[in-house]
């Protein structure tokens, strides 16, 4: 949610936070803006639309200090108005996060908004605050107490970063709950929303932690805690993450899911790593267990609940981080909360791992970033080592959650896994036709159904072609059907259903039947050959039927993207997302 990119150095600084913005965009997509100081003044432009548009109104400009933004739309919509950076006399600043009294704030504040957005009004509370703290202190001190008396005055999540014209050789960057880093190299320095946006090894770089802020010029930083005291912060240790591009691919999410092989195949390395096995030797003294997650990752967290309490017989929950953070928390002894969350930065799900701190429970990170907030705030990391994703569609992350819980499962009971699923699946997309469905487009409701974790499946199918395709489905477990949902169903309908659970075969083909007796066409997507279906089938690869929502999911991947494509879409940017959803 919004990507923040600073920079000061003998560079161009257009062109480093143009660049760093690039890497930054799977962040936000709907506006991008950048600032910088010309003879004591500040100025910025703005484009609406991607980082591309930016770069072609700045490319003639160049400066040495220079911060920037690509938005994702929370207050006032993608008007050039609300891009950001937003300025007041002697500020710009850029900010991801989200002010929740920026109402009250406004209101008391006699100034003139040209935006609807809530970051101008902390640009017009810093000017007010400014305006004190000019006339007693020097002007670094004058902005960092402007930057302490407004933090004290803000609530919500906010990494802001700030050019202050009256001192143009530095940028102040603050924080709360949003994540923010700073590379400090020779001669030149960068703050990110990402460290894997600034492009060096030669950088030193340190994470924020909230309530700091960090004076960062040209070879040098400083970082006091919120009462202007000196801060030492550890340096941490860079992590390449580097995203390659492939030319032999036209998007990006097409190109992750074609990594999903290479990807299963780095993930099972974790099963020899020592957190694993620490992990999985306390597991039996947890009394409760719980995972939350958003979206996808809770889809996963589904199927973690099927495979847990099957291989390990205890009781799991799964809940929406965003209902766990807010549920009544109920202290119970040896809880252990697992947050899966592909970027490791969404905000619900970091909240709810804060939430599980402070009861008590130890906590566990599934997650796809070393480096990420959830990973740094919980006792243990379990890196889905899927490589970075960008697509907006989760998509080899999805898998690599999934095969990380089987893992764990495995681990815990001392079951030897399942060893060969790069193969699998890299044969089962080579031979698998992508454009299988196209024949359906045409249908005007789509449900997805299945049983058990092949529920999760359907949830996840019906999700991928809400969010790539635009097109609106539902997921249902099979046997729900008949309670209601089945009066939608009617000749317009497709229906794909999921079938790999040999307990539940007769009881899910005794939906498709009710389904197809109501006139929906049906797809049967199955590892099963002994089924006396007369459709459409997607017969799987035959993998032990615990991980066979490992490669059940493929197909539904590649429906949504292949669908997107025919309606003219863009399936890596659909509108209204983002890829990191680091606000509530
Ligand atoms: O980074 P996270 O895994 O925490 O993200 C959670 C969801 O926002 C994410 O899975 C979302 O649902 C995906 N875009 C779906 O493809």
Same mark, same amino acid.
């Given at each position: 949610?919004?990507?923040?990119?600073?920079?000061?150095?003998?560079?161009?600084?257009?062109?480093?936070?143009?660049?760093?913005?690039?890497?930054?965009?799977?962040?936000?997509?709907?506006?991008?803006? @950048?600032?910088?100081?010309?003879?004591?003044?500040?100025?910025?432009?703005?484009?609406?639309?991607?980082?591309?548009?930016?770069?072609?109104?700045?490319?003639?400009?160049?400066?040495?200090?220079?911060?920037?933004?690509?938005?994702?739309?929370?207050?006032?919509?993608?008007?050039?108005?609300?891009?950001?950076?937003?300025?007041?006399?002697?500020?710009?600043?850029?900010?991801?996060?989200?002010?929740?009294?920026?109402?009250?704030?406004?209101?008391? @504040?006699?100034?003139?908004?040209?935006?609807?957005?809530?970051?101008?009004?902390?640009?017009?509370?810093?000017?007010?605050?400014?305006?004190?703290?000019?006339?007693?202190?020097?002007?670094?001190?004058?902005?960092?107490?402007?930057?302490?008396?407004?933090?004290?005055?803000?609530?919500?999540?906010?990494?802001?970063?700030?050019?202050?014209?009256?001192?143009?050789?530095?940028?102040?960057?603050?924080?709360?709950?949003?994540?923010?880093?700073?590379?400090?190299?020779?001669?030149?320095?960068?703050?990110?929303?990402?460290?894997?946006?600034?492009?060096?090894?030669?950088?030193?770089?340190?994470?924020?932690?909230?309530?700091?802020?960090?004076?960062?010029?040209?070879?040098?930083?400083?970082?006091?805690?919120?009462? @202007?005291?000196?801060?030492?912060?550890?340096?941490?240790?860079?992590?390449?993450?580097?995203?390659?591009?492939?030319?032999?691919?036209?998007?990006?999410?097409?190109?992750?899911?074609?990594?999903?092989?290479?990807?299963?195949?780095?993930?099972?390395?974790?099963?020899?790593?020592?957190?694993?096995?620490?992990?999985?030797?306390?597991?039996?003294?947890?009394?409760?267990?719980?995972?939350?997650?958003?979206?996808?990752?809770?889809?996963?967290?589904?199927?973690? #609940?099927?495979? @847990?309490?099957?291989?390990?017989?205890?009781?799991?929950?799964?809940?929406?981080?965003?209902?766990?953070?807010?549920?009544?928390?109920?202290?119970?002894?040896?809880?252990?909360?697992?947050?899966?969350?592909?970027?490791?930065?969404?905000?619900?799900?970091?909240?709810?791992?804060?939430?599980?701190?402070?009861?008590?429970?130890?906590?566990?990170? *599934?997650?796809?970033?070393?480096?990420?907030?959830?990973?740094?705030?919980?006792?243990?990391?379990?890196?889905?080592?899927?490589?970075?994703?960008?697509?907006?569609?989760?998509?080899?992350?999805?898998?690599?959650?999934?095969?990380?819980?089987?893992?764990?499962?495995?681990?815990?009971?001392?079951?030897?896994?399942?060893?060969?699923?790069?193969? *699998?699946?890299?044969?089962?997309?080579?031979?698998?036709?992508?454009?299988?469905?196209?024949?359906?487009?045409?249908?005007?409701?789509?449900?997805?159904?299945?049983?058990?974790?092949?529920?999760?499946?359907?949830?996840?199918?019906?999700?991928?072609?809400?969010?790539?395709?635009?097109?609106?489905?539902?997921?249902?477990?099979?046997?729900?059907?008949?309670?209601?949902?089945?009066?939608?169903?009617?000749?317009?309908?497709?229906?794909?259903?999921?079938?790999?659970?040999?307990?539940? #075969?007769?009881?899910?083909?005794?939906?498709?039947?009710?389904?197809?007796?109501?006139?929906?066409?049906?797809?049967?997507?199955?590892?099963?050959?002994?089924?006396?279906?007369?459709?459409?089938?997607?017969?799987?690869?035959?993998?032990?039927?615990?991980?066979?929502?490992?490669?059940?999911?493929?197909?539904?991947?590649?429906?949504?993207?292949?669908?997107?494509?025919?309606?003219?879409?863009?399936?890596?940017?659909?509108?209204?997302?983002?890829?990191?959803?680091?606000?509530?």
């Amino acid at each position: 949610m919004c990507g923040i990119f600073g920079y000061i150095g003998n560079d161009n600084a257009i062109c480093r936070v143009i660049s760093g913005l690039e890497k930054l965009e799977y962040r936000g997509y709907d506006s991008a803006g @950048l600032a910088y100081v010309k003879q004591g003044e500040i100025k910025t432009i703005k484009s609406i639309g991607k980082v591309e548009n930016l770069k072609i109104s700045s490319c003639a400009i160049s400066s040495k200090i220079s911060i920037a933004h690509t938005r994702w739309a929370t207050h006032g919509s993608a008007t050039e108005k609300n891009c950001h950076p937003h300025t007041s006399e002697n500020f710009a600043i850029v900010h991801n996060g989200i002010i929740e009294n920026f109402e009250d704030l406004k209101r008391k @504040l006699n100034y003139e908004f040209y935006s609807e957005t809530d970051t101008e009004v902390v640009a017009k509370l810093l000017e007010e605050k400014y305006r004190e703290c000019r006339k007693k202190f020097k002007v670094e001190d004058a902005v960092l107490h402007t930057i302490k008396e407004t933090q004290d005055c803000l609530k919500g999540s906010w990494a802001i970063a700030l050019i202050c014209k009256l001192d143009p050789k530095k940028i102040y960057v603050f924080k709360n709950k949003s994540p923010i880093v700073v590379g400090i190299g020779k001669n030149e320095s960068c703050v990110s929303s990402d460290i894997n946006a600034i492009e060096s090894d030669e950088f030193n770089f340190y994470n924020l932690e909230d309530g700091n802020i960090a004076v960062v010029k040209q070879d040098d930083v400083k970082f006091y805690d919120k009462n @202007l005291n000196p801060a030492k912060l550890e340096r941490i240790r860079q992590v390449q993450n580097k995203y390659f591009e492939d030319e032999n691919f036209s998007h990006k999410m097409i190109k992750e899911i074609n990594e999903i092989p290479f990807s299963i195949h780095q993930t099972a390395k974790i099963f020899d790593s020592d957190e694993f096995i620490t992990l999985s030797k306390r597991f039996k003294k947890f009394k409760e267990i719980t995972i939350i997650g958003c979206g996808t990752a809770y889809h996963a967290g589904l199927y973690g #609940k099927y495979i @847990l309490e099957k291989y390990v017989g205890k009781k799991v929950d799964v809940v929406l981080a965003s209902e766990y953070r807010y549920k009544t928390k109920i202290k119970s002894e040896n809880e252990l909360v697992i947050a899966i969350s592909q970027s490791g930065e969404t905000a619900d799900t970091l909240a709810g791992v804060i939430l599980a701190k402070e009861s008590g429970a130890t906590t566990v990170a *599934i997650t796809n970033v070393s480096s990420s907030s959830i990973t740094r705030e919980c006792n243990f990391t379990l890196l889905t080592n899927a490589g970075p994703e960008r697509a907006v569609a989760a998509t080899k992350s999805y898998v690599c959650q999934i095969y990380v819980l089987y893992l764990l499962a495995c681990k815990i009971i001392n079951k030897t896994p399942q060893r060969d699923l790069d193969r *699998i699946t890299e044969k089962f997309l080579k031979a698998f036709n992508g454009r299988f469905f196209e024949k359906y487009y045409s249908k005007q409701k789509f449900f997805f159904i299945g049983r058990l974790c092949d529920s999760s499946t359907a949830f996840e199918g019906a999700l991928k072609l809400k969010e790539i395709a635009y097109v609106h489905s539902e997921g249902y477990p099979a046997g729900e059907l008949k309670h209601g949902t089945l009066s939608l169903v009617d000749e317009k309908s497709l229906v794909v259903a999921i079938l790999t659970q040999n307990i539940i #075969k007769e009881k899910t083909l005794n939906a498709v039947h009710e389904v197809l007796a109501r006139g929906a066409d049906v797809i049967l997507i199955t590892q099963f050959h002994d089924i006396d279906f007369s459709g459409d089938i997607i017969t799987l690869p035959n993998v032990c039927q615990e991980i066979a929502p490992l490669v059940s999911v493929i197909p539904l991947q590649l429906f949504s993207y292949h669908y997107a494509i025919a309606k003219g879409l863009n399936p890596d940017m659909p509108r209204h997302l983002a890829k990191s959803v680091t606000v509530e």
